[in-house]
């Protein structure tokens, strides 16, 4: 589901492919929850035992107005109070804490993750045409790289054997 600068991939599979697909520049594993703090608070007191941490903060991001009608500021206050006031061995702070519980909302429902990875930035293969790259050294290969960075879907020729082992983990199945 595409969404102003997000999109939303609803799978249980290892995702981790993602970091070496061009044009995405993070992305983070999250669960799916209905947007009431009773539903918000139930799913905190289950996750944060779990959690080894001594300082956290509380993030939300609302993607549209009709999800939830707190303010986005006063939300993070209310959840970081709950926590405070369930597990009081605990510090806010707002720079360099040990576990961020960053909350979105958008169309109905709410979506809780704690960290983001990175991607590898760029834009989408193929959303600037097409190139045919000859292979024949390292820099083509880095060359070749650096054009499906920006773009450009890339057709491969070689007139002789070149190790592609660094161009082939960003081809998806393409055979070179």
């Given amino acids: 589901v595409r969404v102003r600068n997000r999109m939303y991939l609803f799978s249980d599979a290892d995702c981790s492919y993602l970091k070496k697909v061009f044009g995405i520049s993070s992305f983070s594993k999250a669960v799916m929850l209905e947007p009431l703090l009773p539903t918000l608070h139930t799913f905190l007191l289950s996750f944060l035992p779990q959690q080894s941490f001594t300082t956290f903060r509380a993030t ?3 993607l549209d107005d009709q999800t ?3 303010p986005s500021p006063e939300l993070e206050q209310q959840l970081g109070g709950f926590v405070l006031e369930h597990f009081p061995e605990k510090k806010v702070a707002l720079k360099n804490n040990d576990l961020n519980l960053q ?6 429902k709410a979506y809780f993750f704690t960290s983001t990875l990175a ?3 760029g834009l ?3 959303s600037e045409g097409t190139v045919c790259v000859l292979l024949d050294s390292p820099e083509s290969i880095a060359a070749a790289l650096l054009m499906m960075k920006r773009g450009c879907s890339c057709v491969f ?3 002789q054997q070149v190790d592609t082992a660094l161009l082939q ?3 998806f199945g393409k055979i070179i």
């Avoid at 909350?103 to 109905?108: K, N, P, R, S």
């Fill in 169 to 171: 983990p960003y081809c």
């Fill in 60 to 62: 939300v991001k609302k």
């Fill in 124 to 126: 989408p293969v193929g």
């Fill in 157 to 159: 020729y070689q007139q």
């Fill in 68 to 70: 939830i009608a707190i």
């Fill in 103 to 108: 909350f979105e909302f958008f169309q109905g």
């Fill in 119 to 121: 991607g590898f930035d």
